[in-house]
C-alpha cells in the first residue's frame, strides 16, 4: 500500500510541476506591423509581466503587445 500511495504522490507532483512550465510569446504590433515577437518559459503571471514592459509609446502612439 505504501508503494502504491507514494507512486500517486510522485505522479500528482510531476504533473503540477510540468504545468508551469509552458511557453507563452508575446507579440508586439504598431500601426498593423509586428515590431516585436518574443518566447518567454514559465508562469503566465510573469510572462504577461515581461510582456507587458515591452510596451512603447511613439508619437503619441503605443505598441499592442499580445500574450500567447
Keep these: 500500500m505504501k508503494k502504491i500511495s507514494t507512486v500517486i504522490i510522485a505522479l500528482v507532483a510531476a504533473v503540477g510541476f510540468s504545468s508551469c512550465g ?25 510572462a504577461r509581466t515581461d510582456c507587458d514592459l515591452k510596451k512603447y509609446t511613439v508619437a503619441g502612439q503605443t505598441w499592442d503587445c499580445d500574450l500567447r
Design 22 to 46: 509552458k511557453n507563452y510569446t508575446c507579440t508586439c504590433s504598431f500601426n498593423g506591423n509586428v515590431m516585436y515577437e518574443g518566447e518567454s518559459s514559465g508562469k503566465r503571471d510573469d
